[in-house]
């Protein structure tokens, strides 16, 4: 039997680039061989694809690793991925672990759609939509999900009449949570708990994305589903919970990544009514955007037990101990069984463009 050839990419050019680094090398390590063929391919932080099967990552300052800038360049355009000398790869299906900007976004999925490559997950409208909580937000609310309370800054009206926005914001209440619409590992995420801290927190959060939340603070606990289509169904994984410990007040940036100050329940410990009723939210988030392939579902559910989506994330961190495989291992399926699955629904979709 001829193995399918897949591109595993790694890398890009947001600042999630290290995690996906090393979500590829987990997948590479675990991917089926007998049926697949994978093809390691970087794309370096300034946006150059390279070829990973002649060069390593290397280690950066911060003992991360990266995708080196000087590797062996690919030739990548709507007619395929060649090397250097410019013959073709053959890559039958892409699987690109990239998180954030010019990953999850829908950017490379419109590449791979004009080149006429399968990819796993989303498509180029669920990717861009998902990544954009100002617009994802009154999708899930026009399907029936609840979401935070909140309104979207835009950059250019803060700048213009500060006073107006801020009438706005007071009306929420405080705390409230000002983030950027296209935020990734809680970068540019404050809370704030009085007016004196809003300005602050604007220009911080503009520093990611012109247009920001400003959200009323959900007082609760943070519940996750994994979503992975098996055979063309929406399926959920058991439930986790994020706990963040002190000093963290919510799941910021370094609560993530930076020490050991977060507790995940897996599953989480939920009464099996409110359990089923996150898992179905999570299915109904997944199809209003017309999610593909895989996503994680991110939920608070409030002191009054009120389940109020946060975030879909189409790219989760995909390491073999981030928390997508780790809910599915324990739903009972391997990182291995995961991974194949995903490779498997790429190839048998249709694309149902337009014509
Ligand atoms: N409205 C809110 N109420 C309570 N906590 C919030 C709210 N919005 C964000 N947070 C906190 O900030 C974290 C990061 O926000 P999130 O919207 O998930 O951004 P990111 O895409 O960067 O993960 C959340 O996990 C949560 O801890
Ligand atoms: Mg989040």
Known sequence: MNKIRVAIIAGGRSSEHPISCISASGVLAAIDRSKFEPILIGITQSGTWIDMRQSDFERGSDGLSYVPEGGEKLIVDIHGIKDSKGSDLGIEIAFPLLHGAYGEDGTIQGLFEMAGIAYVGSGVLASAVAMDKSFAKPIYADFGLKVADGITVHQDNWNKSKDLEIAKIRALGFPIFIKPA??????????????????????????????VLVEAAVVGREIECAVLQIDSVATASVLGEVRVHPPHEFYDFEAKYLDGSTTFDIPANLAGPIASAISQAAITAFEALGCEGLARVDFFLSEDNQIIINELNTMPGFTPTSVFPALWEKTGKSYSQIITILLDSALSRQRNVIR
């Open 182 to 211: 296209r935020s990734g590992s809680s970068r540019g995420t404050s809370k704030v708990r009085d007016e004196s801290e809003i300005s602050a927190a604007l220009d911080d959060a503009f520093n990611y994305d012109p247009r």
